[in-house]
C-alpha cells in the first residue's frame, strides 16, 4: 500500500496540464483530492472521471488571487476530509514578452497569480497543519526560477520568489518543529496549455519551437508522488525536471 493512501491533497489548477495528471496518479494511490480552478466544466469532468474510476474526490472552483476564496478552499477541505495532509501549489501562468512592450497588465496577473496565489494558498493550509504538526507543502516554480532569459523577465522574476518562499517556509518550519514538509519542484519544458498565456507573437514562435521536445505532464505527476511517498523524516526539497535534451 503506499503511503498515499488516504492523504487529503489540495490541488491548485487541477483543471488541466500537471495539476490535472497529479489529481489521476494520486487518486491512482489512494489519495482523498481536493481540486481546486477555476474553469467548473474541466473540474466536473476531471471529478467524475476520478468518481468512476473509484477515487475520492471534492471540488471547488477557486482563483487563487483571492486570499477569501483560497480560505475557503481550506475551511472546505477540513470540513469534507477533517485533515490537510499535503497542498501542491501548481496554479500558474506564463505570459512572456520583452519588457520594452510594456505589456503592464500581464506582469500584474504573473505576480497575483504565481506569487501572491502561491502565498495565499500556504496562508490558508498553514494553520491547521502546524496544529497537527503535519503536512506537506509543493510549490510549483520552473527552471526559469533557477535562469533568466530575455523575454521572461517578469516570469523568471516570479518563479524566482516560488524558490525563495518555498526555502524561506522550509527554514521557519523546520526552525519550529512543526514536522511540516517543503518541496519545490522546478520542471522544465512539459506540454500543458502553459504555452497558451503567452500573446506576444514572437516570444510565442520562440516558445513552440523550445517546446517541441516537451515531456509530458505525467512526468512531474510522478515526480510529485515520489516526495510525498517519503517517510515523515525525509523531505526532499528541491527537485528540476527536465527533458533529456533541453539545455537551459
Not at 476520478?50 to 474526490?57: D, E, P, R, V, W
Not at 523577465?153 to 526552525?175: D, F, N, P
Not at 522546478?186 to 506540454?191: I, L, T
Not at 500573446?199 to 508522488?225: N, V
Amino acid at each position: 500500500m503506499s503511503t498515499i493512501q488516504d492523504k487529503v491533497v489540495i490541488i491548485t489548477g487541477a483543471s488541466s496540464g500537471i495539476g490535472e495528471a497529479t489529481a489521476k496518479d494520486l487518486t491512482s494511490k489512494g489519495a482523498k483530492l481536493v481540486l481546486a480552478a477555476r474553469r467548473e466544466d474541466r473540474l466536473k469532468a476531471l471529478h467524475e472521471e476520478i468518481l468512476k474510476s473509484g477515487g475520492q474526490a471534492i471540488y471547488k472552483v477557486t482563483d487563487v488571487t483571492s486570499h477569501e476564496q483560497m480560505e475557503e478552499l481550506a475551511e472546505y477541505a477540513l470540513k469534507e476530509y477533517g485533515k490537510i495532509d499535503v497542498l501542491v501549489n501548481n496554479a500558474g501562468v506564463m505570459p512572456q514578452a520583452f519588457l520594452f512592450n510594456k505589456k503592464v497588465d500581464e506582469w500584474d496577473k504573473m505576480i497575483d497569480v504565481n506569487i501572491k496565489g502561491v502565498l495565499y494558498a500556504i496562508a490558508a493550509v498553514l494553520p491547521s497543519m502546524r496544529e497537527r504538526k503535519s503536512g506537506h507543502i509543493i510549490n510549483l516554480s520552473s527552471v526559469a526560477g533557477h535562469n533568466v532569459y530575455p523575454g521572461g523577465t517578469v516570469y523568471c522574476g516570479t518563479k524566482h520568489a516560488v524558490r525563495a518562499i518555498s526555502e524561506g517556509l522550509r527554514q521557519e518550519e523546520a526552525m519550529s518543529g512543526t514536522n511540516i514538509r517543503v518541496t519545490n519542484v522546478s520542471p522544465g519544458a512539459v506540454s500543458s496549455e502553459l504555452l497558451t498565456t503567452t500573446t506576444d507573437p514572437e516570444m510565442k514562435a520562440g516558445l513552440d519551437e523550445f517546446y517541441k521536445t516537451a515531456i509530458d505532464a505525467e512526468s512531474i505527476a510522478r515526480t510529485i508522488a515520489f516526495a510525498i511517498e517519503q517517510p515523515s523524516d525525509v523531505a526532499i526539497n528541491e527537485m528540476i525536471i527536465r527533458p533529456t535534451v533541453q539545455m537551459g
